[in-house]
């Protein structure tokens, strides 16, 4: 297996909102015909789908889904970035989780739910600056 990931796919009860919240970020919607609505992303995309889809499609009840122990990160250029961004998810309809602190290793983050309930973390990553196309390169290696 390449070390990658291709596509990180939600499940959302409510697709349309969901979606309009990640367009109220300034992320770019793509429709496509299997239900599926995507945003693409560097080097990979976010999909949003039904959530009873998947679980079909899975194959397990909707309640083996839930919601994972799991944070999606976006990290910022500046420090200074971070609190912004998680005041404009706030206004598109997002939860505040943690605001925009320092943290112990050094770095500057906060961290936000979107409408239904995925947690990403907004991060200033001083070790890890992104490269050219704002990809992350972790330890500044990519």
């Known amino acids: 297996m390449e070390h990658r990931v291709s ?3 939600v499940g959302a ?3 349309e ?3 309009a919240f990640y367009e109220a970020l ?3 919607r793509v429709d496509s015909p299997d239900g599926v609505i995507a945003f693409d992303l560097l080097g990979q995309s976010l999909g949003i789908y039904p959530l009873a889809a998947l679980a079909d499609e899975i194959g397990v009840p909707e309640s ?3 919601h994972g122990a799991m944070a999606l990160s976006h990290n910022v250029r500046e420090k200074a970035d971070v609190a912004p961004l998680l005041d404009r998810a706030q206004a598109a309809g997002g939860r505040l989780l943690k605001p ?5 290793w050094g770095g500057h ?4 739910a979107d409408p239904e309930g ?3 973390e907004v991060a200033w990553n001083p070790f890890s600056a992104l490269g050219p196309r704002g990809e992350f390169q972790w330890n500044g290696v990519g």
């Open 26 to 28: 300034g992320w770019t």
């Open 100 to 104: 925009a602190q320092d943290v112990f």
């Open 7 to 9: 596509l990180i796919t």
């Open 109 to 112: 983050h906060g961290y936000f």
């Open 13 to 15: 009860r409510d697709v």
């Open 118 to 120: 995925h947690i990403w």
């Open 17 to 19: 909102t969901l979606a």
């Open 64 to 66: 083996d889904l839930g």
